[in-house]
């Protein structure tokens, strides 16, 4: 979908309830901005393109807060909030953990909770481990001996994989005869 107001893609679709009426807006980062930057001001400037992009957007948000939250990264996988809001996937569970301010009114939006309340996998039988405390710690070593190996500190190196070798043997289940 392209933006209203230019031919670039729209990365910020909003909806907006004006006395019963409701309205959405489809905008570029540049343009949602500039919208976020006119509700601030105070400004009440049409825009050029007809599109309805009139009166403020009631985003508790402004642009340059939505800047910083764009750079907030993972200490885990890496991923910043920006690459999340973009392809709309994270990047480790604990990204949960990391983000769990700004994501907690998305899954309440989405699921009506933030507690999960269906069956869980039987992760013992799929060779996956219980928690994601242990998966989260896997992924963090790694991360690790990416670094290492970058810095060219084999040894450590070394011993990051056979830490992560030894967890992920655990989580093996050896086929049933």
């Known amino acids: 979908m392209k933006c209203q107001k230019c031919d670039k893609p729209a990365v910020f ?18 343009h949602a901005r500039a919208y976020l930057n006119q509700a601030e001001t105070g400004g009440g400037e049409e825009p050029s393109q007809g599109g309805g992009l009139t009166g403020p957007l009631t985003v508790g948000q402004t642009a340059d ?12 996988c890496g991923i910043t ?27 309440s ?19 996956q481990p219980e928690s994601t405390a242990e998966l989260t710690s896997v992924i963090g070593l ?24 030894d967890i992920e043997a655990r989580w093996h289940v050896p086929p049933k005869a």
């Open 65 to 76: 807060e939505l800047a910083l939250l764009d750079k907030k990264a993972c200490d885990m």
């Open 109 to 127: 939006n989405i699921h009506g909770a933030t507690r999960h309340t269906g069956r869980r996998p039987d992760r013992a039988a799929t060779g």
């Open 81 to 107: 909030f920006f690459e999340f809001r973009n392809q709309g996937r994270l990047g480790c569970p604990h990204d949960y953990v990391q983000f769990e301010r700004e994501l907690e009114p998305l899954i």
């Open 142 to 165: 790694r991360e690790a001996m990416r670094t290492a190996i970058g810095q060219e500190d084999y040894e450590r190196a070394r011993e990051l994989r056979d830490q992560i070798r």
């Open 13 to 30: 679709h909003i909806t907006e309830l004006e006395t019963g009426e409701v309205r959405e807006l489809h905008l570029c980062e540049d």
